[in-house]
Every structure is written in structure tokens, then in C-alpha cells.
């Protein structure tokens, strides 16, 4: 038999049929269970050393517990939880030393029955029962296992497992293998026990009439202390739970949550040290006593001042900023706690969380962020129960006990990516958390106890409108911010980003001069985006190799940067944007979108083969394209006649449609006229001009539809060059949008019918 390796216990008992929960951090300790973990069917052998300082060949005990190892985890404390099963008592031999590990053989311990065996049993059992109802501490759930139980041996084991004696009792339990010797060692311990209980009841008795309640509890605390020492548990906890009380005492939240908190903290008190259990009502108090359950910051009501921050922070967004304006003067006016929550959509980039932090400094409250995006899981908003593994609270708690306060800003970021599945659905969870009607009494599943939300300010954002869950975009009140245009970028760059940048990186405007034309080099060539995100970590890393260069090159203190340097320092430019006019071709017309990055055009193509009428689609386009496509094939064979088109070309051929990047997916109605226009080209054979973008749906009869993010897709169109748009009818409307100095250089052509681009284009 292949010899097992020891464990080595200092301060608990592990019995046969017995299953034990340790937490270890040391490291001796740690590297023993990760070799049982592998080896041998998990098995070892559990030894309790007779002296602990004096661990060596010569001292160890002759019997010991045959366990296996059923679980191993690691927990976040840098610990490692296990969980230990005893399967019976065993006698050690010929124990070695193996590297910094002993390793033993062993043999089952034969136990001969004994006709006392029977009365043993009963006495045991009858003074068990006696012993559990006088104590107190002692659960009764042991009485359920004795029907389980058969032979004395088995009976002694359990008994013993359950008693709250010293360890260094217990140990004496191991090494006696006889069972009426450990049964008459249980009826003694019982005993003793007994009478201690008596005498302490009898004193409290006592006690009870003459002290009145305050010293009652020191009394009670003193004697907890005394048990403490006297079990040999350390100091750390007494002090902690000093420390608690004082913390308590001064909190102030309502009579209710302080009940609770005192509660946990006396059974704190009684909890075992070595138990598991421990920790995790540990971090319960810890969350409970660190949350600002009253703590409140006043709110500044000069709304003047608010807008001089809100305008010092970020340039422009006037309309934006207006609106925020007006909901917080609605806000202050009425007090209205059925006011609608802020949220802020638009790109990336585009400030919408710096604003919000801006609105909590402006006036004066702590803020909060978290972000909800790709959760889907509701324990995420309103956390899980405590008896839950691992449990914490929910979101929502973990961003107030961050803010500190029971009002600050609350940013929930990407409420439009939040997804729904088994898990529940977490757009419900949040609903509730933003209802004014509900939030005053919002409870999270770990906190147990309801925390008051109402007064929290709470700002969501999103990138686009429609993908918020429908529920939720009923009870916000929604502000649009939408890409900047180039020349805004470089007022952002110049107002607010460079400072900002110059400051953070210890330098000063006399060091580093920027021109507006390399400003523009790094917003057109190193940046694609709607927002100026990307510019400002690009603007970061300039000045960062700049900083490096001065402290490295003591000659060099004044930079002013060029092309020349700019490329120096970031390399060649990675967007280009060609003159587009130059090679224009058959079947290739713009379309224009909306993407993350802001609007850009999407160029669409088409091409024809022989075959026999087949329409073949690439470029990964969502179902609404596809169908735009045959609408658009459609529409041009039954008008083949007016727009004088061979019906044979389309009949004999097959026609291909690309819209590239191949790799982006694509979706939408938008591109309709743009397919429309790609397919007529091709089949007349006539070029359109580059420099010309369209957008718009169309339907079967020809009719243009209106269409979304006209003022991104115009930007974006404008940034690419182009000089002329077709755009629906219907968008008039939104023409005012768009920033003058682009609208000056565009050319814009409203339709109503297709047959209105066929004759500006093909007549
Ligand atoms: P979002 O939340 O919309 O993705 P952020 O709020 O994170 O964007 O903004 C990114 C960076 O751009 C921040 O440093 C912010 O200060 C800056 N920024 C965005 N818009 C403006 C603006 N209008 N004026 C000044 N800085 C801006």
C-alpha cells in the first residue's frame, strides 16, 4: 500500500462520518492540499499532533482520521476554502519524512464488541437528550441524525463531533479507539458541561435582579471576552467588534436598519473563528456600516452658476445644455420626484458622461457610475441573497456606497446594451430603481433592508434611442447629442482638450504651440469618430513623447508642432480622405450612414454577368437591406420603359450588388435610392459623379421615404467630400440641425418620387 500524506491540525478535530469546511492562508498548508488534490483518490491521513510546538517522528500521536478532500476553492481573501470528509479512525505506522511533508502507512482499527455496548448506547443517548435541553447553545439537529446511527462506535463519534469542548479535549476522543472508554468520556464532558450551564444560569439569575440593563450588557460582553480567551480566539475580532459598536452608535440611519446592524453584530459575536460563516457576516457589516444611509449634500440653487460650470467644462451643446437647465429649474420649482430621469444619447465620444459629471459638480453633489452594459442578469441590478455563494450587493448599492452620499448624480451607462434572458430581465430590475413611486423603499437582495433612493439624480446614456428597452425609454426624458463637425472638434481641441492635456502633462502653453491647421491633421488624419474621445488620447500621446523629449534633451524646451513632427511622433497618417471625382465609375454611387463613428458614405456597388435574371447580394446586409435591394430591382424593371432601359439586360444577366466593407454589418431601408440609382447606372451604362451622396427609402411605386441621423449622415458626407445630396422630402425638417458653415458648402436636392433624381441625374 502506497504510504499517504499527513495533514497536520492544530486546532480542530476531524471525525469519522464528520465533514469539516477550513479556510487556510498559509502556504505549507496550501501546497499540502493542492498534492492530495491530486493524488491517491484525494485521500489523507488527519493528524491532531500531541504537542503542537513539537511536531517530529518520535511525537506523533498512533492514531489518526482517514479523510478525503471533497472540495477545493479559492476565495477572493487570497485564501483557500476546503472541505474535508473523515471516513474512519485509523492507526498511523511507520511514519517518514518526505521533503517538508510526513507521510504514513495505516490499518482500519478493529474494534471488538462488547455486550455492554447496548447499555453504553442508551446512557448516551438519554444524557444527550437532557444535556441539549438544558443548554442553551446547543441545536437539537443533531437528534434527527442519531436514527442513522447503529454501533456505539459510530454513536460517540457524531455525539462528541457536536460538543462544544475545547480542543484540546476533543483530541483525546482520536486517539482512544475503545468505544465505551469514549463513551464514558462523553457522559463525564457532558456532565462537567452541565453543571457549568447550571451555575451560569444561576448567576445570571442573580445578576439579572441587581444590575440594570447597560451593565447587564457589559456583563455579558465581559463574560463573551472571557469564553473568547479562554477558547484561544484572537484579539482581531474583540477589536473589530469595538470598533462596530462605536461606528453604530454614531450612524445615522433609522431605528430599524440599527436593529439590524446590532443584531448581526451580536451574532458576529457568537460565531465561531474558524467558521466561514464568519467572513461573510463580516463583510455584511462592513457593507451596512459603510453605507450613507443619511448623509446628504445640499444642493447649490444658483442656476447661473450651474451654467457657468456646465459652460466651462464643455464647449457648445447649447441646446443641450439648455435642456438640462430647464429640467433641473422644473426640478427645483416644483420639487417634483415624478420628474422624468435625464438621459443623454449620442455617440461615443461625444461628452455625454463628462457632462453628467459636470451637472454633479455644478451643483454640488457626489456622483456615481456604473454601467449596465451586456448584463443580463438581474442580480447585477438588485444583487443576491446573502445565502448565495460569493454574494454582493447589486449594482445600484455599490455605486451609492462609492458616491458616499444618499444624493449624488447617478450615471447608468449604455442603458440601451443591457440584454434579457433566464436570468431575468435586468430593464425590469432598473425600472423599478428609477420609479420615484418605488425607489424610496428600494431593496437589494443582499442589504436586505430597503435604502432610500428618491433623492438620488439619476442620468442615464445610451448610443442609440431605439435599442433602449421600451419599458425604460417611457420614464426618460431624452437629449440627442450628436457628432461634432470637424470645425467643432478643433474649437473642443483648442478650448478645452489641449489646456486640459497641457496641464495633466505639466507643460505650458509657451513649451508647446499647436496650429490650427495640425489640429486639424490629427482630427482628420489620426482620428475617425463621432465623437473627440480618440483626439484626446492622441493629443495625450503627443505631448507624452514631447514631455520625454524634453526631460531627455536638455537643449530642446519649446516645441512647435508640425506635420513633420506630428508624424515623427505618431507615425504615418491613418485615415486619408481622397479626392473622390477622380474615378468615377459605371454601377458605383454614394450612399451615406450612420455609423459609431459618427455618419460617413457608403459607396454601393453593382455589376452584371450572363445568366438569367438571378439577383446575387454580398456585403453582410441585414434582412431590411436585402429587401431594399429586390424593391430597388423591382421599381427599375417595371419603370424600364421610362427610364429607357433594355429589359433584356436585366432578363439575360445575372446582377450583383456589393456594399463594401464586406465584414460590417449593415442594416436598414436608408440605402433605397442609393441601390435604386447604383442599378440604373449599371444598366444604362452612365457614370454618377463622385462628389454626389444620397439617402433615402424607397417603395415599389418609386416614393421617397424619410429617414434617421440626417445630421450625422450630412457631417459625415461633408468630412468625405461631397458637394451635392439627394435627400427625402420628409427630412426638411431636420435641415436646421446641421452646423451653417456645413450646410453653406453643401447642395441640397429634396425628393419626393425617385423620377426626380432620374431626371437630375440621368436626363
Ligand atoms: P461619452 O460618455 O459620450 O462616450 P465622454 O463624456 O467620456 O463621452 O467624453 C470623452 C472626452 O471628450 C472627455 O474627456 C470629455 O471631457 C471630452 N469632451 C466631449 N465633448 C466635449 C465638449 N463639448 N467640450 C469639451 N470636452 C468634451
Redesign the pocket.
Known sequence: MNKLLVLIINDMVIFPNNEVRIEYDNNYDKQMVEIVDMINDNLMLIVNPIDEDDISLTTFPKYGVLGRLKLKMNVPNGKTRIVIEGIERVKLSSIVEDGYHYKADYEQVTIESHEEEKTYFNIVVKSLETYITKVPYMSNAIMSQLNNVETLDELCDLVVSFLPIKYEEKKKYIVTPDPIERAKYLIEDMNKDLKLVELEQRIENEVERELDKTQKEYFLREKIKLMQKELGEGNNKETEIERLTKKVSKMKCNSKVKEKIKRELARYETINSYSPELGMVREYLDWMTNLPWNNYTKDTNNLAKVKEILDS?????DDVKDRVLEYLAVKQNTNNLRSPILC?V????????????SIAKSLNRASAKISVGGINDEAEIVGHRRTYIGANPGRIIQGIRKAGTTNPVFII?EIDKMTKDIKGDPASSLLEVLDPEQNSKFSDHYIEEEFDLSKVMFIA?ANYVEQIPYELRDRLEIIT?SS?TEY?KLD?AK???IP?QLEEHGLTPLQVQISDESIMILIRNYTKEA???E??RTIATLFRKIVKNILLSKDVFFYDIDEKLIEEHLGKKKYIYTENDKSKEIGVVNGMAYTVFGGDILPIEATLFKGKGDLILTGSLGEVMQESCHIALDYVKSNAKAFKIDNKLIEENDIHIHVPEGAVNKDGPSAGITITTTLISLFKGKCVEKDIAMTGEITLRGRVLGIGGLKEKIIGAHRANIKKVFIPKENSKDLDEIPEEIRNDLKFIMVNNYKDIYKALFK
Open positions: 467644462s464643455h464647449y457648445a451643446l443623454l449620442g455617440p461615443p465620444g461625444v461628452g455625454k458622461t463628462s457632462l453628467a459629471l451607462d446614456t447629442i461634432y467643432e473642443i478650448k478645452h482638450l486640459k465623437g473627440v474621445r483626439l484626446e
